[in-house]
T-cell receptor
Framework: DAKTTQPNSMESNEEEPVHLPCNHS???????IHWYRQLPSQGPEYVIH???SNVNNRMASLAIAEDRKSSTLILHRATLRDAAVYYC??????????????FGQGTELSVKP | DTGVSQNPRHKITKRGQNVTFRCDPI?????LYWYRQTLGQGPEFLTY????????KSRLLSDRFSAERPKGSFSTLEIQRTEQGDSAMYLC????????????FGPGTRLTVL
């Protein structure tokens, strides 16, 4: 699975939007972009995923660059409960049929009241 | 839906002892994964099962580690002759088994080897 690069940490103010970037310059055509987050003392949880088009769900939005070499996870209004480590993960649907997740270091998001 | 459960939540053991962890996945999920996470790092894949078959093992899974999923439901992860380097959070996840599907994680078992 291709490698991703994320900032180690970011800060946000409560109720403001947060844009979490991810670079994946070696992404292949069969890689989906997945985001998981891990709240303190919990296991990771799924946030969102996409292939080429931008995606929205109740938790977040995913903006994918036209060349797919980068993406941005958008939290529209950060709350204190969004403080977590956010992982950007590429999942190859052809050569990783088993679906294992390969986590990087992630971005630790802190939210200030 | 009770989610993925793991027991025990915490385990403290002495070096050289054997330990066993249990994971109960979401009931209709065919796939079950084990990951290990050390402090400050992202989780690392260890192994996964499709029903009762263990289909992939990481190089991290040394011969002291063994995982089973005997009836395709719950799974156990055993570590024999524990070492201090085994201290970590052991995470279990399950999924339906469709391509690219979501994995649901349990809360983890934190192992401390003294």
């Amino acid at each position: 699975d291709a490698k991703t690069t994320q900032p180690n940490s970011m800060e946000s103010n409560e109720e403001e939007p947060v844009h979490l970037p991810c670079n994946h310059s070696t992404i292949s055509g069969t890689d989906y972009i997945h985001w998981y987050r891990q709240l303190p003392s919990q296991g990771p949880e799924y946030v969102i995923h996409g292939l080429t088009s931008n995606v929205n769900n109740r938790m977040a939005s995913l903006a994918i660059a036209e060349d797919r070499k980068s993406s941005t996870l958008i939290l529209h209004r950060a709350t204190l409960r969004d403080a977590a480590v956010y992982y950007c993960i590429l999942r190859d649907t052809i050569y990783n049929q088993g679906g294992k997740l390969i986590f990087g270091q992630g971005t630790e998001l802190s939210v200030k009241p | 839906d009770t989610g993925v459960s793991q027991n025990p939540r915490h385990k403290i053991t002495k070096r050289g002892q054997n330990v066993t962890f249990r994971c109960d996945p979401i009931s209709e999920h065919n796939r079950l994964y084990w990951y290990r996470q050390t402090l400050g790092q992202g989780p690392e894949f260890l192994t996964y099962f499709q029903n009762e078959a263990q289909l992939e093992k990481s190089r991290l899974l040394s011969d002291r580690f063994s995982a089973e999923r005997p009836k395709g439901s719950f799974s156990t992860l055993e570590i024999q002759r524990t070492e201090q380097g085994d201290s970590a959070m052991y995470l279990c996840a399950s999924s339906l088994g469709l391509v690219g599907d979501t994995q649901y994680f349990g809360p983890g078992t934190r192992l401390t080897v003294l």
